[in-house]
Every structure is written in structure tokens, then in C-alpha cells.
């Protein structure tokens, strides 16, 4: 019985967490689930719900885990300039620790850049 006490108070904690507004785990969810309705064709929930996790001050990485989301659905003026936000803020630099370790390469979000500037002028056009 203390076994299942201790478990069902982890279980409400997570809980608690999940529904807090602008906790890594809300924010986690809200990812999952827009990634999941993209791939459910949801294309404007999806968009909209990844906007909601955008706002919540997320890491380098997620914001360009999403901005990748965005250009495979064809968000690609969002995806640019999620990309060229994350650009800045590794040459600004003043990333120490986890942040600078879990952040994406400036090489790799330059090559990003560059692929979907070429995909969206052509589409454009």
C-alpha cells in the first residue's frame, strides 16, 4: 500500500507538472502533439499548438526541431525565420553549460537557411 501511495503521488505530480502553463513538460507534450497532427494532416492545429510551445522560451534545439516540422509541411517563411533566430543567437554566443552543449551547430542551421531560402524563392517565383 505505500508502494501505490508513493506511485499514485508521482503519477499527480507529473500530472500537476503537465498541465502547468509554461512547464518543459507542457511544452514537451504540446510539441508531441503537433508533430503528431501534422502527420494527421491537421496542418493549422498543428501550426498553431507549435506557436504555443515557440512562446514558451524553448531551447535552440526544439525551436529548430520545430522550425523543421514547419518547412517539411510547407511553413517554409516560419521555418526561415525560426532558423535565422536560432542563427543570431549562436553568433551571439553566451551559451555556457547544457544550452551550449544541446544547441544545434551554426554550420548545420547556415545549411538549413540556405536549403530552404533556395526552396522558397523558387516557389515563390
Not at 502547468?20 to 494527421?40: C, D, H, T, V
Not at 516560419?78 to 536560432?86: F, G, K, R, T, Y
Request: proline share 2%.
Amino acid at each position: 500500500t505505500l508502494d501505490r501511495s508513493s506511485a499514485a503521488s508521482d503519477v499527480y505530480k507529473r500530472q500537476k507538472a503537465n498541465s502547468r502553463p509554461g512547464s518543459k513538460e507542457k511544452m514537451q507534450l504540446l510539441y508531441i502533439k503537433g508533430a503528431a497532427l501534422f502527420s494527421l494532416e491537421r496542418r493549422e492545429e498543428a501550426h498553431s499548438t507549435l506557436e504555443e510551445v515557440l512562446s514558451g522560451r524553448p531551447t535552440l534545439n526544439r525551436k529548430m526541431s520545430i522550425a523543421s516540422l514547419y518547412a517539411s509541411y510547407g511553413y517554409i517563411e516560419d521555418a526561415l525565420s525560426i532558423a535565422e533566430d536560432v542563427y543570431t543567437s549562436l553568433r551571439e554566443g553566451g551559451l555556457h553549460g547544457r544550452a551550449l552543449a544541446e544547441s544545434p551547430k551554426v554550420q548545420d542551421v547556415e545549411s538549413f537557411i540556405k536549403m530552404y531560402s533556395v526552396s522558397w524563392k523558387n516557389g515563390k517565383n
